[in-house]
């Protein structure tokens, strides 16, 4: 069995740090449920201004508040408006990838939803992967470079 991404919060912005409660990532239950964090269900951080790098574990905040409020030495890693990545993984076997439908959620400064991602994995007869970014009509996305960002396949 490998490690694999299960879904992301990609670009949320934190809304709040607060060294002195339990420990943990307080986060709005709609965004989670959008990707598929489960409450208790560990993740890992990854903070875009600092590089910070944490694992820690989720709790449900106020539906519809956007929230996302780094709880205990958490805290210590980011501060308020800072752009982070969480994402939560899963262990499968590689023949299970191609089952696999990761959620993909994208913000802007605000915490609202910008897309709904999803990655698809394909493999062929002789096991060959491949990989696809599909928006949330369906439609491939091109992977995106350094340089540019992901466009519908076939755009210029």
């Not at 919060?9 to 986060?27: C, K, M, P, Q």
């Not at 913000?107 to 928006?135: M, P, Q």
């Amino acid at each position: 069995m490998r490690k694999f991404m299960a879904g992301k919060l990609h670009g949320i912005r934190v809304t709040e740090a607060d060294l002195n409660y339990h420990g943990s990532i307080t986060l709005d239950p709609d965004h989670c449920e959008a990707a598929g964090f489960l409450p208790l269900e560990y993740v890992e951080i990854w903070n875009k201004a600092s590089g910070a790098r944490l694992s820690t574990y989720v709790i449900y905040g106020e539906r519809g508040s956007k929230c996302c409020v780094l709880n205990g030495a958490a805290a210590r890693t980011c501060q308020v408006g800072d752009e982070i990545i969480i994402c939560n993984s899963v262990y499968v076997f590689d023949r299970e990838i191609p089952n696999m439908r990761p959620r993909i959620l994208t913000f802007d400064d605000h915490n609202n939803v910008v897309d709904r991602l999803e990655y698809r994995v394909t493999a062929d007869a002789k096991g060959n992967y491949d990989f696809a970014i599909l928006d949330h009509e369906g439609d491939e996305l091109v992977v995106p470079t350094p340089t540019k960002g992901a466009k519908k396949k076939g755009e210029k």
